[in-house]
């Protein structure tokens, strides 16, 4: 009777094996052809020419005075020369409003992590209110705290650290 069972089980595995075999089609279909590419490739410069795309990250970078807002030691709020560089921002996002950002908040390497992150947050979100009381929509932008994980320069020296804290805007592709 197992003989049976067994005999009857292998059987009904071969031909539901042998029911999911393909059949090779009568015809085969032609083999590929290569072809030269037409289109221009493009990315964030544009074309290869080297133009930068309008409303791209290369096209902000090109036209705004600066990405990146710098501020003093444990601040976070808008001074005059942070005002030129998010205006000329702002400028720019008027013109593309499609646009989406992100706002990097980031801070030396002094100060406890949570202090950091905190502080980081606070600069992202200045240079945002800013950014949205000059008319650009607070939907469109977004904000991130780094802390100190991310500097932009190394070195434990006034000079390092004043390039530290910053926050940096990201253009969103």
């Known amino acids: 009777m197992a003989k049976l069972k067994t005999t009857l089980l292998v059987a009904a595995c071969g031909l539901a094996i042998a029911a999911c075999a393909k059949k090779r089609p009568e015809v085969l279909p032609p083999a590929p052809v290569e072809t030269p590419a037409t289109e221009t490739p493009t990315g964030p410069t544009g074309p290869a020419t080297g133009e930068v795309t309008p409303g791209s990250a290369a096209d902000f970078q090109r036209s705004v005075t600066s990405n990146t807002v710098l501020f003093g030691l444990d601040q976070y ?3 005059p020369a942070a005002r030129a560089i998010l205006d000329s921002q702002a400028q720019w996002l ?3 409003p499609n646009v ?6 980031h801070c030396d390497e ?3 992590r ?3 992150l905190g502080l980081g947050d606070r600069r992202a979100n200045a240079a945002k209110n800013y950014l949205a009381a000059k008319g650009i929509a607070p939907a469109r932008i977004t904000t991130i705290s780094y802390g100190s994980e991310r500097p932009a320069a190394t070195g434990s020296d006034e000079q390092a650290w004043a390039q530290n804290r910053r926050a940096v805007t990201i253009v969103l592709n």
């Open 100 to 105: 989406r950002i992100t706002i990097e908040g």
């Open 94 to 96: 008027v013109r593309y």
């Open 77 to 79: 709020d808008i001074d």
């Open 110 to 112: 002094r100060g406890t």
């Open 114 to 116: 949570e202090y950091n």
